[in-house]
């Protein structure tokens, strides 16, 4: 299947920082890619869709200037969490959609564990 | 957000034994999607189906789109304690734009050896 990288695996900030996370497709472009995130024994829930070359789409509930998205190439999208607080501190995970492939089907970074203290 | 309705929500099984799990939806989805999560990992894609009724196997793995459309399941035969983990079913409804994803709430499988 296509590869989808993240960077960093894991970051400890203390609050008040911005933190940039990166997703990558290694082998593939792409020009959609999701973010989600994912607390402990629950579920991954969807918090953007990046296209690339056009502002993100944010899910109802998420604030769009707290959590910065970039698509600026077909390979990489960033997410910044600015002014990050505890209650940020959760796993991010990114996915992307292979247009070689059928429809839908997303395949995911290995994810990005954010601990703000 | 909308969420599929995925059970068992766990499940305590001895190593050998088959596994069955399944999700279902309210609306009519045209793809299923099976991803399976090590702790601290982000999901792997196990299977996919795209057309009501489709059974598709993975080695051991066997999914099925249900031919209502609302429903799939994913069976795993003869587990071994590598399969420990969640799995999650991922689907498209046929009322949500641009390849957005629904996920159920995952089934933790643990294996005992």
């Known amino acids: 299947g296509a590869v989808v990288s993240q960077h960093p695996s894991w970051v400890i900030c203390k609050s008040g920082t911005s933190v940039k996370i990166e997703c990558r497709s290694l082998?593939?472009?792409?020009?959609?890619m999701f973010w989600y995130r994912q607390f402990p024994k629950q579920s991954l829930m969807l918090m953007a869709t990046s296209n690339e070359g056009s502002k993100a789409t944010y899910e109802q509930g998420v604030e769009k200037d707290k959590f910065l998205i970039n698509h600026a190439s077909l390979t990489l999208s960033t997410l910044t969490v600015t002014s990050a607080h505890p209650e940020d501190s959760s796993f991010y995970i990114c996915s992307a959609r292979d247009p070689r492939g059928p429809r839908d089907t997303q395949y995911f970074g290995p994810g990005t564990r954010l601990t703000v203290l | 957000g909308q969420q599929l309705n995925q059970s068992p929500q766990s499940m305590f099984i001895q190593e050998g034994e088959d596994v069955s799990m399944n999700c279902t939806s309210s609306s009519i989805f045209n793809t299923w999607l099976w991803y399976k999560q090590d702790p601290g990992e982000g999901p792997v894609l196990l299977i996919a189906?795209?057309?009501?009724?489709e059974l598709t196997s993975n080695g051991r793995l066997t999914a099925q789109f249900g031919i209502t459309r609302k429903d799939s399941f994913l069976n795993i035969s003869a587990s071994i304690p590598s399969d420990v983990g969640i799995y999650f079913c991922a689907g498209q409804s046929i009322y949500n734009q641009g390849g957005k994803l629904i996920f159920g709430q995952g089934t933790e499988l643990s294996v005992k050896p």
């Open positions: 189906l795209y057309k009501a009724g």
């Open positions: 082998d593939f472009q792409a020009t959609t």
